[in-house]
Structures are given as C-alpha cells and as structure tokens.
C-alpha cells in the first residue's frame, strides 16, 4: 500500500507499520517518537485532502 | 418564421460580444493527461469558443442546468449562532447565461426533465432558476450520427422544442433561425443582425429533409403500440431476463442520458459548517431504492433495468401523454460497456403481445 | 464464418444437447461497430448468436459469480485466469464449470481497430490456463522484454509530476463505477463507496472523494487483478483506470514472484503467510 502511495505522488513515510508486543513500552514510545518526528520533516499534506468551499 | 445569416467570419467577433451579456457554455475538445479526447459542455472561459462542428459529447448538456453535483442548502453547527441548524439557501450565480451548439435533441430532452422539476405543485427552485436564465442555441445536426434516433422519438436533427434559435451550418454561414424573443435577445447581443433572403427558409428545409432521410434509412424504432400496452403486461413480460443478462449495473446510460434526473440528497459537514448536496443518482445501482429498513423494493439487477425502461418508455407516457422520455439522441447506446440497446428493447415492447 | 466461431458454436451446442451444462456464457454481436455483448445460451438454437472477434473486450468470468447453475463458459487467457480466481476464492466450484477455451491473439482497441488494446499488448498469457476443451490450436505467447514499461515511466517522476499524473488521469471521472462493475474481481454485496452506515467516501464529485475511490479500489485488486482490461473497455469516459492496478501487478511480480490466476491449487500472497514474505516495511 506505501508503495502505491508513493506511486501516486504520497510521501511513503507517511504511512508506517511497526509490531510491538505490549510488554514493549520502550520500543512503543521510540517507535511513536520517530513517527511523529519523520511526519513533522514531512510538513503538513497537501495532497488527498478534501477541500469543502 | 425570421432567418438571420451569420457569416462564420463574423462568428468568434459575436460570440465575444455576447460574453458582455451572457455566461457561455458549450461543447469543446478535452484531452487528458493520457492524451484520449473527448468533447464535453462546459463553461467556456475567456477566449474560448465552442467547437461548431457538430461534434458528439460523451454526456449531454444537461449539467449546465442540472450539475451533477449541487450545492442546495447550508447551515452552521456552532450553537452560538442564532440561527445554528438553520438551513439557508446556497446563492448561486443565476445572471444569464446561454447555451451555444447544444442539440436539438437535448434541448428537447430539457423540456422534458421541466415536466418533472417545475410542476403546478412544487418547483425546484435550482432547476427553475437556471432553466429560466438560459437561452438555448442550437446547432442544427447535418449529418446524424449512426446512433441517433431521434425521429422515431418525437424530435429530430432539426427539431425546434426547447430551443430560442436554431443554427443551420450552411457552409461559410450559419442561418439562425429565431424561435423564441429570448433567441433574438441573444441574436442582438451578439450583434447577428443581418436577415436573410427567401431562400433561407428553403435550404433549411432541404438540409432537414436530407438529415432526416439518413436516420430514416437505418433501422426504424417503434413507439406507437406503446401507448395502449397494459403497465402489467409489460412489467410481467418475459423478456426482462433477457435483456438484463449482459448489464453490470453501472451507471453510465443513466449518467450519459439528457432526461435521466434522479438525484439523491447528500449532508456533509466540516468543522461548524454542514452543506448538502444534491448528487445525481442512478436507478441502475442497488443502493438506489435501498429503504431504511434494509428492505430493497428493486434487489436485483432485472428489476432495475426493467425499471428504466419501464419509466422511459411506458411509465412517462402514460403519466404526462407526451410521448417518452427518450429523445433518441443515441448516447447510452455508444457508451453502454455491455451493448445494451434501447432501440431494440424499444421494439420489443413496442411489439410485444402478451400470451392470453 | 470465422472457424473459432464455428468450433465455438459446435461445442457449446454439443455440451447443451448432452446436458452437461444448463447455459453457455459467450459473446453476440453488438449493434454498432466493434462492438460484441455477453450473451447466454440456455437452449443450442441460441448459440447460433454466438461470435468470436476482437472485440470481445469484456470479461465472462463476471458473469458467473455465485451462479449456481451448471455453466459453459468461452475463456480467453485472462477470463480463464479470472475464473482460476473465483475458484480460489470460492465464488463458484470448478465441477459447475466447463470452460471453453480460446486462445487469444489480441483484442482491438476500442477507438483504433487496427490496433491491440494496450494490456493485450504486454499480455504474457494468451492462452487459457484452465479449460475442459480448446476451441483451436494454443498460439505462440508474446515475449515481452519490459512489460511494465509504463509504470516504470511514472515511478521516475517525481511526487509532484506523479501527483498532478493522477489527478489528471481522474479528472473526468463520472463515477459511474462501470470500471469496478466490468471487473470479475469486485464482486463484494456492498461496496464501500455504496456503504452508508458508516459512510466512508463522499458521493459527489468532490475530486478526492473520486480519487479515494480508484485508489482503494485498486488496492482491493492487489495481487488478484489479471490486467484483463475490462475496467478500461467499459470506462465511457476512457480513463486509464489500469494506471493504479499496473503497478500492483508489478510489485506482486517483484515482491512475490506472483502473478494471479494461474493455478488453482494456490492462495494468494496477500492471502496467505509465508515466513520469507517481504517484511522491510515494518520496524
């Protein structure tokens, strides 16, 4: 799906899939780190937004 | 009946001078990004110019009138507003506007969807407004296309129902023929002043003998049986299996079709704002007649086909007597995937005899 | 008369007279130029309708899904691979089937009958990969240096060209879904831009509620699509709709070697879970 993402014009980054067990705290919050860092670089989406007038 | 001539000279000069008065519309070439053409209605932006050529469009005119997507009503959400959940009337743009190459036909067509919006009961204000704000410039259709079966269907390449003016091409000039004040309005503000002589009227006529002729040398539709079947005979005729076999189900006759006017209400909010939406609709999808209760009055696809057949060509008629509701333009027959042909499913109502 | 015609009409009134079968899927001839429509013969009067041409454009194996019937189908190589699909995914039994097979040479393209249609131009699989008999000798399967040539072509853009690409390619949509209807795979009862409750996509002609609709749609044809070219044979607004599901068949081929509907004894990769599955994408 990322793949096809990117093939229409998305940042692929901007759809991320990790597996984290729930005894894995740590790895949960560097994993929800680095997601909202990376999307941040991205800056805000400015394709496949509906926009309503 | 008052003939002007048009020198096609004199064409694009008097388009551009009828912009100060009216929003155009009409047919021109589009080409997508995989460079397939194709000729669509639209707004003509400045400097451009409606292709006269008699060219076919996929869709007819009739979103200029009745758009497939409308804006109808909005509200505002936010409680603090005195009239928050209020729903107001969307302004649109209803100044003049005209309707340049359109069909005989679809202007046709046109009239006919009016029987259904503006009733003695209820009017659709949207479809009245913009019904009421155009003049219909036709173009005259010289040579018919293989489709088009429009004089078995009560209009013709040169029928006038519908139209303020008729454009003939008759070579390096177009002869307009005025029908309605609204058509010499139009005519004025263009400055296409000139009349022409005698024998205009009767080259129009020769052109019309001529382009009728074509369509009648090609298979015939049938219309007059119609009128005296039973609805239940037909509804419960054997043929719908048939005839339904090869549909999919889409909605591309529907779509493609100029009197097809279903349409389904849409709400959609964002933030504080909500707007609805009038989408058209297609009897051809399942959804279309799905009730609330999860009950579907027409669940499967002969039903729905039955169903648009039934209300072009038996369930119109017998309600307003003015004939079907197809103008034989041909289109659903040019774009149907699975070559469903309403000319055929035409006759076979038309000579159907049920069994005693 | 063409002598695929003939062979056609002799063997689907031959499994009719016996009784093998209750109907017979094929195509009849249309009523404009190049045009064919599908067509069901219940009795062997009727197959007489029956027509071999290059415009059978349209995939049968769209006719037959959750039939109950014995049913006599005419497959080409990308209907066969379609019913081999439906078979796999349980849409019909392969003992309520006897597939007619017709090896391919091309279909035309709707607007230039001298030419093939652009998928029957990279096709690979001419010939039917399942049948019960074969209308004529197998032909000779292309060979084709790059098949995805084209996607490659947008995978060198970059994000923006790409993006003002396929909003391109929509802009004329009409959503009159006959691409999703023509194509044997999208047999859900409710599809999700039909879905009311919740309702996920919008239903005007809002361009991104048109463009999350080709978009997911394409998704849902991941690693099953067979590149038969029916969605694009019913789009009456000509859009290349194959744009988003090439890319998916390339990356099924690249990523697990698969290609769909050849073989009925195996699942789909997006089916299935095998321990080398590609796994670069998760962290």
Not at chain 2, 245 to 264: A, E, H, K, L, M
Not at chain 3, 23 to 28: D, E, L, N, R, S
Not at chain 3, 127 to 136: L, T, W
Not at chain 3, 265 to 283: E, G, M, S, V, Y
Request: hydrophobic share 35%; charged share 30%; glycine share 6%.
């Amino acid at each position: 799906m990322a793949n096809l993402f990117e093939h229409i014009g998305m940042e692929k980054e901007r759809l991320q899939f990790s597996w984290i067990s729930s005894a894995e705290a740590g790895k949960f919050t560097n994993v929800a780190t680095e997601v909202a860092n990376t999307i941040e670089a991205l800056g805000p989406i400015d394709k496949f937004v509906k926009k309503t007038d | 009946m008052k003939v002007i001539k048009i020198d096609k000279k004199e064409w694009t000069g008097g388009i551009d001078k009828s912009r100060e008065k009216y929003l155009l519309f009409g047919p021109v070439k589009d080409k997508d990004v995989t460079n397939k053409e194709h000729y669509i209605f639209k707004k003509l932006a400045a400097g451009e110019f409606p292709v006269m050529e008699g060219v076919d469009t996929v869709l007819s005119p009739k979103s200029v009138i009745f758009p497939q997507t409308e804006k109808i009503l909005k509200s505002s959400l936010d409680q603090s507003q005195p009239d928050h959940h209020i729903m107001k009337r969307v302004e649109n743009d209803y100044s003049s506007r005209a309707v340049i190459g359109i069909r005989s036909f679809d202007a046709k067509a046109l009239t006919l969807v009016n029987l259904n919006f503006d009733t003695k009961d209820y009017q659709d204000p949207y479809w009245c407004d913009a019904y009421k704000a155009t003049t219909f410039v036709g173009l005259a259709v010289n040579k018919p296309s293989d489709v088009d079966f429009s004089t078995s269907m009560g209009s013709g390449p040169f029928g006038e129902e519908g139209l303020d003016v008729l454009l003939v091409d008759n070579g390096e000039e177009f002869l307009a023929k005025v029908i309605t004040d609204k058509g010499k309005t139009f005519l004025d503000a263009a400055g296409f002043n000139k009349t022409a002589d005698e024998s205009a009227v009767k080259k129009i006529e020769d052109l019309k003998a001529q382009a009728e002729k074509t369509i009648a040398d090609k298979a015939k539709v049938g219309t007059d049986n119609l009128k005296n079947k039973t609805v239940l005979d037909l509804y419960e005729a054997p043929f719908w299996d048939d005839i339904a076999f090869s549909c999919i189900n889409c909605g591309t006759c529907t779509f493609v079709c100029p009197t097809c006017w279903c349409f389904d209400i849409q709400d959609e909010t964002k933030g504080k704002s909500c707007t609805r939406f009038k989408n058209w609709d297609s009897c051809m999808f399942p959804l279309f007649t799905l009730h609330g209760s999860g009950h579907n009055p027409r669940g499967v696809k002969t039903q729905r086909v039955r169903q648009r057949f039934m209300h072009k060509l038996k369930y119109f008629l017998d309600k307003y007597d003015k004939g079907t509701m197809c103008v034989g333009c041909g289109r659903c027959v040019q774009s149907c995937p699975v070559n469903i042909d309403i000319r055929e499913v035409c006759n076979i109502m038309n000579n159907y005899e049920p069994k005693k | 008369m063409d002598s695929l015609t003939q062979k056609i009409r002799e063997i689907a009134s031959n499994i009719l007279k016996e009784g093998r079968v209750d109907m017979v899927i094929g195509f009849a001839k249309g009523t404009i130029p190049m045009t064919t429509k599908p067509y069901m013969a219940r009795t062997p009067e009727q197959v007489e309708n029956f027509i071999w041409d290059k415009n059978c454009t349209l995939n049968l194996a769209n006719y037959i899904t959750g039939r109950k019937e014995k049913i006599g189908i005419i497959a080409k190589g990308c209907d066969s691979r379609n019913i081999v699909n439906h078979i796999v995914e349980n849409k019909i039994s392969r003992d309520q089937l006897y597939i007619i097979g017709v090896p391919c040479s091309g279909m035309a393209d709707k607007h230039n009958p001298d030419e093939l249609r652009d998928n029957c131009a990279t096709c690979t699989h001419r010939n039917p990969v399942i049948f019960d008999v074969m209308a004529a000798e197998p032909v000779e399967e292309q060979k084709i240096d790059d098949p995805f040539a084209d996607v490659k072509a947008v995978e060198a853009m970059d994000k923006d060209a790409k993006w003002s690409y396929f909003e391109g390619l929509l802009q004329n949509c009409i959503r009159c879904y006959a691409c999703r209807n023509a194509c044997p795979l999208c047999y859900c009862p409710t599809c999700f831009v039909d879905e009311s409750g919740p309702q996920w996509v919008g239903k005007g002609q809002n361009k991104t509620d048109i463009q999350t609709f080709h978009f997911l749609r394409a998704f849902h044809c991941a690693g099953r699509c067979t590149d038969c070219g029916a969605c694009e044979a019913a789009c009456p607004m000509d859009i290349h709709v194959r744009a988003f599901t090439r890319k998916l068949n390339k990356d099924s081929l690249e990523l697990f070697g698969w290609e769909a509907g050849l073989d009925i004894t195996k699942r789909p990769p997006l089916d299935t879970f095998n321990p080398d599955d590609p796994n670069d994408f998760i962290k």
